[in-house]
């Protein structure tokens, strides 16, 4: 098992930044593939971003458009997302989870973080 705790969350004006970080402890932080989800307000949690054991392939949701970073440091056992360019539409609680398994749903992810809220004013 792995537990995963993220931070990094806050209020910040649109076009601003933010750097999330999802801390593990527990397994081997390097046996998982790991990603990024995001839930607004009264909809679905969706996919963000997910990056290799390694760290040398990640893979984004379309609407990030190359404003975020999916990046992970598997000394420090720790994961992060450098949010760019934000959006009010990018307002939503963010998780972190982790799998062993293949895919990019919800479904396919075992472990997740309790979720840190970010907030984007306009």
């Known amino acids: 098992q792995v537990q995963l705790v993220e931070s990094g969350g806050g209020l910040v004006q649109a076009g601003g930044s933010l750097r999330l970080s999802c801390a593990a402890s527990g397994r081997t932080f390097s046996s998982y593939r790991m990603g990024w989800f995001r839930q607004a307000p009264r909809k679905e949690r969706e996919f963000v971003a997910t990056i290799s054991r390694s760290g040398a392939s990640t893979n984004y949701a379309d609407f990030v458009e190359g404003r975020f970073t999916i990046s992970r440091d598997n000394a420090e056992n720790t994961m992060y997302l450098q949010m760019n360019s934000l959006k009010p539409e990018d307002t939503a609680v963010y998780y972190c989870?982790?799998?062993?398994?293949?895919?990019?749903?919800?479904?396919?992810?075992?472990?997740w973080g309790q979720g840190t809220q970010v907030s984007v004013s306009s």
């Open positions: 989870a982790a799998t062993t398994r293949p895919g990019r749903s919800i479904e396919d992810f075992d472990y």
